[in-house]
T-cell receptor
């Protein structure tokens, strides 16, 4: 059974803290994605990576960075957490060759910044 | 550029009634279209997808969707709703040569006993 796992289901952090969200997939997928999900806004792409050490900004990259040192692992970093980054964060992966393949999602991390 | 519009952020149906969730898209390239379902406190799970070929696609849990190019639509249907169908549903579009998937804002389906 294919699987995308995320390091935490729930996380509470203070304003200004550095936050790491980790995602691991076991499907040998080239592409990995980070989204944030907010009510009424759907899923918005923060960053995606199409290969190890390769990344591209999505629609809302401000305040975030990412790291992909190994094919199976994709980390999202909040350099200095702010209250407006309180959200649900979803990681996904997909095979390569463009957008023809579906994405596989992790269970999400609900981050609260106080 | 690509975009997705889901009409109706909340839809209620009676158990056993037809489910119809609407999705319209725009795309400058031939689209690949997806429907995902999200149960509470879970990630998204693929219901079905259209890439090429037959325009009526069948998915899991009795759902199906029809790609209508002339109407730029990909509506999701199920003949008879079940209580377990209560969830949020997302339509998404991508296209050849793009890594990006554009998601709609979601439709929350409520099934009434």
């Amino acid at each position: 059974d294919v699987k995308v796992t995320q390091s935490s289901r729930y996380l509470v952090k203070r304003t200004g803290e550095k936050v790491f969200l980790e995602c691991v997939q076991d499907m040998d997928h080239e592409n990995m994605f980070w989204y944030r999900q907010d009510p009424g806004l759907g899923l918005r792409l923060i960053y995606f990576s199409y290969d190890v050490k390769m990344k591209e900004k999505g629609d809302i990259p401000e305040g975030y960075s990412v790291s992909r040192e190994k094919k199976e692992r994709f980390s999202l970093i909040l350099e200095s957490a702010s209250t407006n980054q309180t959200s649900m964060y979803l990681c996904a992966s997909s095979r390569t060759a463009g957008g023809i393949y579906e994405q596989y999602f992790g269970p999400g991390t609900r981050l609260t910044v106080t | 550029a690509q975009s997705v519009t889901q009409l109706g952020s909340h839809v209620s149906v009676s158990e056993g009634a037809l489910v119809l969730l609407r999705c319209n898209y725009s795309s400058s390239v031939p689209p690949y279209l997806f429907w995902y379902v999200q149960y509470p406190n879970q990630g998204l799970q693929l219901l079905l997808k259209y890439t090429t070929g037959a325009t009526l696609v069948k998915g899991i849990n009795g759902f199906e969707a029809e790609f209508k190019k002339s109407e730029t639509s990909f509506h999701l249907t199920k003949p008879s709703a079940h209580m377990s169908d209560a969830a949020e549903y997302f339509c998404a579009v991508s296209g050849s040569g793009t890594y990006k998937y554009i998601f709609g804002t979601g439709t929350r389906l409520k099934v009434l006993a």
